[in-house]
């Protein structure tokens, strides 16, 4: 099974909020979980209040071979989270 980070749109329309998630490749992009890694909002005023990660939870899937979306690439190394 291979591993992907990537995010699960939630919110309403108009206001999207997004979770981080570690999810099986195969399932759609609201689908099935595995374990959920944090939150981000784009639409949070400052840069504190736009993401909550588990930073160690993260860096373990990550570890294991999970490959993270483009997008949550970008926002990882915003965070100052290693990735290859």
Known sequence: MAVKLRLKRMG???RSFFRLNAMD???PRDG???EELGWYDPH???DEEQTSFKRER???WL???A???ETVRDL???NGIAVK
Do not use: D, F
């Open 67 to 69: 490959q993270p979306s």
């Open 44 to 46: 949070a005023k400052s």
């Open 32 to 34: 099935r979980v595995i």
């Open 76 to 78: 990882l190394k915003k």
């Open 25 to 27: 490749s195969r399932s």
């Open 12 to 14: 309403r329309t108009h």
């Open 58 to 60: 993260i860096e373990h």
């Open 63 to 65: 570890s294991v071979g």
